[in-house]
């Protein structure tokens, strides 16, 4: 059963940082894209960064470019998100997913869901 757990989130001040993990059951990463995502209140999701074997590490949102990193410990089968310089607009829930091989920017392209992890940045 795919399973996918964020933890990580929190209240942090502005300029403060953060790492989210998505633990990964299920499945393996060697053939899995997985993507964070993020929703704030009154917006639609949309995909941050996402990682895979076959595409890499790829940014899609140009504000979190040289702040936010994404990795992964296959031995853990988890994947990080590190956020540094946070601001408020970061401010939303933050949800990993995964689909087969490919990232996509898309939250209609993937599979499976973690339940989301709030983060807040106060100013």
């Known amino acids: 059963q795919v399973q996918l757990v964020e933890s990580g989130g929190g209240l942090v001040q502005s300029g403060g940082s953060l790492r989210l993990s998505c633990a990964a059951s299920g499945f393996s990463l060697d053939y899995s894209a997985i993507g964070w995502f993020r929703q704030a209140p009154g917006k639609e999701r949309e995909g941050i960064l996402c990682?895979?074997?076959?595409?890499?590490?790829?940014t899609y949102i140009d504000s979190v470019k040289g702040r936010f990193t994404i990795s992964r410990d296959n031995a853990k089968n988890t994947v990080y998100l590190q956020m540094n310089s946070l601001k408020p607009e970061d401010t939303a829930v933050y949800y990993c997913?995964?689909?087969?091989?490919?990232?996509?920017?898309?939250?209609?392209?993937?599979?499976?869901w973690g339940q989301g992890t709030q983060v807040t940045v106060s100013s």
């Open positions: 997913a995964t689909r087969f091989h490919f990232c996509s920017p898309r939250p209609t392209d993937f599979d499976s």
């Open positions: 990682i895979s074997n076959t595409d890499g590490r790829i």
